[in-house]
């Protein structure tokens, strides 16, 4: 079979499921990782085919893709922070915007010119790519993640070589004995889709993706930020800072959640749209907040 008919016919059975330039650019995608090409091998080279033998992977492949299934599940890989993250069922695809989160953190860690080694918790850390960035970034940072599925840990500690620690530990339960801070940044990208978002979702995500590292009650959607208020409130060094993505809707409401428990210089960052994705604060300069 011709590569471009592979794709076209591939792109044809996806349009069911994604709009046309979507559907396309998985095929593509699917073609650059298991066959080597280009998104242009078959428009420059209309003549290349398909090897027979690799038809059957690609096929099945294909199939996954046209049930929903997420593409970094189907690859076995998602990219973020220019890096490649092995994923699949029971963990959180990472998400562009929480490369906001990231950037924002290595960028924290570089302006406290600490002579030490910054030291870093992540809490519901998933696949540990946000963990795993930020250690990457700066060498020497000692990285502690937190996740309470042993699933989503299995894959956050093969990741890569060396780098953080990942403990199993359920972030709710917030006066458990927890023997590693003080930490200079507290980071989290918890569950906050409400439940009657769920409408708005699509179903690559809804069926696929860890209903654990989604959602949150309709009635109590802060639940998880009080939960890292509290964990920063402990663990925290004085002057530390804290960085958690958030439900855009809740921009305001969380940001009080963390003023409530006395941190300062509380604000919102935006992500690419311009929504409330990100809540900042610090501990005061000369005191952790310890109560
Ligand atoms: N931004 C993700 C989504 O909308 C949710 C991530 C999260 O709940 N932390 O799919």
Aim: negative net charge.
């Amino acid at each position: 079979m011709l590569l471009a008919d592979f794709i076209r016919d591939g792109a044809a059975r996806l349009e069911k499921l994604y709009p046309s330039p979507e559907a396309r650019g998985l095929v593509l995608m699917l073609c650059r990782e298991l066959l080597g090409v280009t998104n242009y091998t078959h428009v420059v080279e209309p003549r290349t085919a398909v090897p027979e033998e690799r038809l059957p992977e690609l096929e099945a492949a294909l199939a996954r893709l046209c049930a929903g299934e997420p593409i970094q599940y189907v690859l076995g890989v998602a990219e973020f922070c220019d890096r490649r993250f092995v994923v699949g069922p029971g963990v959180l695809v990472p998400r562009p915007e929480t490369e906001l989160l990231v950037a924002e953190a290595v960028r924290t860690l570089q302006e406290m010119e600490l002579d030490r080694a910054p030291r870093v918790l992540d809490l519901c850390t998933g696949s540990g790519c946000i963990a795993w960035s930020i250690a990457l970034d700066i060498r020497d940072a000692e990285v502690i993640g937190v996740d309470v599925s042993e699933t989503a840990l299995d894959y956050a500690r093969k990741q890569f070589p060396q780098g953080p620690s990942f403990i199993q530990a359920d972030v709710l339960d917030t006066e458990q004995a927890f023997p590693y801070g003080p930490f200079d940044l507290v980071v989290s990208n918890p569950p906050y889709v409400l439940e009657r978002e769920r409408t708005q979702m699509r179903p690559n995500v809804l069926d696929w993706e860890p209903d654990l590292a989604l959602f949150v009650p309709d009635d109590d959607p802060l639940r998880f930020y009080r939960a890292v208020a509290r964990w920063a409130q402990r663990f925290l060094r004085p002057g530390g800072v804290g960085l958690v993505e958030i439900n855009e809707a809740l921009g305001p409401e969380t940001a009080e959640v963390f003023r409530a428990a006395g941190f300062k210089n509380v604000r919102n960052l935006p992500d690419f749209y311009q929504k409330d994705r990100f809540v900042r604060f610090q501990t005061p300069d000369n005191q952790a907040i310890n109560n």
